[in-house]
């Protein structure tokens, strides 16, 4: 590290938990921002959760890591969010029992809409926001509504993993590395009407679809993928944790650091409308990143197959925000 590196402000939120535990400890260590940056971090919990949070900063003390400028553990959101350059929104209200979905959103609208507003008022110039916490997109979507001064393209929200699942399977279908994979794409809401699509997916340079049928797509490649989250839950006990950190790792250090020429990821990005996704809808995307930003991928051909999947999904996007904004959340 340099010596006159200044540390990036990177906060995470609902620091106590799981994802939180197997995410600090790769972004002290230099994973999420390269080797040439020293981080400060700012672990945001709600106060019965605030002893275990300092207990997880003072493993990462142990750690001795050398990029970790200090850690701050806070109750504060305003305070947390104080000039922060990464923030990494993870802590959410699960759905418990009985819980109607009105009833989930209006408990996430009382997290990210606090949070937004406090991005606002105290983020720095090149704020990103990575929203992690279900339901990520819409929660995003909150948390944006409430940032006006802070450009919407800084929110985003998490498919990255969806997008890992997907290489993983089509690699193994494939008998390939997933290495060897390019060009995969999740489109529209990070739940199980999302859109897994590889009809523009290389593997080692021939197109996917000349290597797997299309009813293993539509049978097993999309519902596998997109009830990966759910087969965890109920093999685990447990919603995913190191994957879905790993995944937010993978997010930042790609909208930092740039995808490599010749191919994408996907991301959850606020819509400019394209592909007809209604504007202000956050939506995963085909995406490359270039110059610190998401650029959706322009001109791709979509099959009517793909067109009632993308659909599909981005209805239930803007069934969402209907409800939110019945709601007043935003
Ligand atoms: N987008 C994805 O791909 C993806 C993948 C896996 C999990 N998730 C979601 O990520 C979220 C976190 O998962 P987890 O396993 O770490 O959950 P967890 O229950 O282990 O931890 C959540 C933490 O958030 C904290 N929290 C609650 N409200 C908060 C607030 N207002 N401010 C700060 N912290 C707050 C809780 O105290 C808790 O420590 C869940 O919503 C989960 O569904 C998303
Ligand atoms: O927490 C969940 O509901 C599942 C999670 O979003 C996942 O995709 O693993």
């Not at 009105?102 to 990103?128: H, M, T, W, Y």
């Not at 859109?195 to 596998?224: K, N, S």
């Not at 997010?251 to 930092?256: G, I, L």
Request: net charge negative; aromatic share 6%.
């Amino acid at each position: 590290m340099s010596a006159a590196a200044t540390p990036a402000v990177v906060t995470v939120t609902g620091a106590a938990g799981q994802i939180g535990y197997a995410l600090l400890f790769r972004i002290a260590s230099g994973q999420l921002l390269g080797p040439d940056t020293p981080v400060r971090l700012r672990l945001l919990e709600i106060p019965p959760a605030v002893r275990a949070a300092e207990g997880t900063a003072m493993e990462l003390d142990d750690c001795a890591f050398p990029l970790l400028a200090g850690i701050d553990v806070l109750d504060d959101a305003r305070a947390a969010f104080d000039g922060v350059n990464v923030a990494l929104l993870v802590g959410a209200r699960p759905r418990t029992a009985g819980m109607e979905r009105g009833d989930l959103l209006s408990a996430n609208g009382g997290i990210f809409r606090p949070q937004g507003e406090a991005i606002n008022a105290g983020a720095a110039d090149d704020v990103r926001v990575l929203v992690v916490g279900n339901p990520a997109n819409t929660n995003a979507f909150i948390a944006a509504s409430h940032a006006p001064d802070v450009p919407a393209d800084r929110f985003t929200a998490m498919t990255r993993l969806d997008h890992n699942r997907a290489v993983a399977q089509l690699a193994a279908r494939t008998g390939s590395g997933v290495d060897e994979i390019r060009r995969l794409a999740i489109w529209g809401n990070h739940s199980a009407t999302q859109y897994p699509d590889l009809t523009h997916a290389t593997v080692r340079g021939q197109a996917a679809t000349g290597l797997v049928d299309h009813e293993w797509v539509e049978q097993t490649f999309i519902p596998t993928v997109a009830k990966r989250g759910a087969a965890i839950i109920e093999a685990r006990g447990a919603s995913s944790a190191a994957s879905a950190a790993n995944a937010a790792i993978d997010h930042v250090h790609t909208w930092v650091h740039g995808t490599p020429e010749g191919d994408w990821t996907s991301a959850g990005v606020v819509s400019h409308g394209e592909y007809g996704v209604p504007e202000g809808l956050v939506a995963s995307f085909p995406v490359t990143s270039s110059g610190g930003a998401w650029h959706v991928v322009p001109d791709l051909d979509v099959d009517d197959f793909s067109r009632a999947r993308i659909d599909a999904s981005v209805a239930e996007l803007v069934e969402e925000r209907e409800s939110v904004r019945s709601l007043g959340l935003v």
